[in-house]
């Protein structure tokens, strides 16, 4: 309990703080959720376009040349984002760890 803190606030402080670490991982979760699931999506629709371009005019198939670098770029823009991600994720459960043991 911080000091000066009046005894018949502790329940509301233990509340406060213990829903404050339940939407830490909530957060923490959904972020990482959201960024997997964006890269994921855009790489579906894109390959999902090359198929049909492929298939639908595949006399021209030397067109679906510049789709593919498209998404090979992406593919690699993902694994820059995973690397970040990973850190920010190993980061973050640094810090929530550290305030959870060290009693502020």
Do not use: W
């Amino acid at each position: 309990m911080p000091q000066g803190v009046p005894l018949a606030m502790a329940p509301f402080l233990v509340v406060i703080e213990a829903v404050s670490y339940i939407f830490r991982v909530i957060s923490l979760t959904a972020r990482l959720f959201a960024n997997m699931m964006s890269g994921h999506c855009l790489m579906y629709i894109l390959t999902g376009f090359i198929t049909k371009l492929f298939f639908l005019y595949s006399a021209m198939s030397i067109l679906c040349v510049f789709p593919c670098v498209v998404v090979f770029c992406i593919v690699f823009l993902e694994l820059g984002i995973a690397t970040i991600q990973a850190y920010v994720f190993t980061v973050l459960i640094g810090l929530y760890l550290n305030d959870a043991i060290s009693l502020h």
